[in-house]
């Protein structure tokens, strides 16, 4: 839901980078209030919410990709990724859900009134292609993540604050 600095207000994070840039943030401001070393006990489980919604937006650029290039026609999948997600309380994730994905093959074949075949087409790009980029974003996080955590002083400015940063727990 995001959170006050004490200086302004930081909304809720859409995207791995901007989770890994916060916990950044997070650590060096931790670090300039007390000595010692850091700890980010489970660290991916705490980003997994990033990673997440980051697949769910790469999902829906390439659902709305495939719509164009292989079924030719153009429709707001935003929208009807939404409406599917308002009828079955499920989200698009790597561990696709079927009755999610069930429910918008519907809506596809009647909105778009294209074939099962081409469906299956456009479900197999979309699903690989937006986990490829999230993987390639995550990836990308975690670097710019550890360039933070490397390049960051502590108030004294002396050396590179200790940081521990506990992940394989998700």
């Not at 698009?92 to 099962?116: H, V």
Request: cysteine-free; proline content about 2%.
């Amino acid at each position: 839901g995001g959170f006050s600095t004490g200086h302004g207000f930081l909304r809720e994070p859409q995207d791995i980078s901007s989770y890994a840039a916060l916990a950044a943030i997070a650590v060096q401001s931790n670090q300039n209030d007390q000595h010692g070393g850091q700890s980010i006990p489970a660290f991916d489980f705490y980003l997994a919410k990033g990673v997440a919604k980051t697949f769910r937006k790469l999902y829906i650029n390439n659902l709305q990709k495939a719509t164009e290039l292989i079924a030719g026609k153009t429709t707001d999948i935003k929208d009807m990724v939404k409406r599917v997600e308002g009828l079955t309380k499920k989200k698009p994730t790597r561990d696709m859900d079927y009755e999610f994905l069930d429910a918008l093959n519907a809506e596809l074949k009647k909105e778009l009134n294209i074939s099962d075949e081409t469906i299956k087409s456009m479900n197999t790009f979309t699903y690989k292609e937006a986990r490829n980029e999230t993987d390639k974003a995550t990836y990308q996080a975690m670097e710019g993540f550890i360039h933070n955590l490397n390049t960051m002083h502590s108030r004294a400015g002396a050396q590179v604050p200790f940081s521990s940063i506990n992940f394989g727990t998700d």
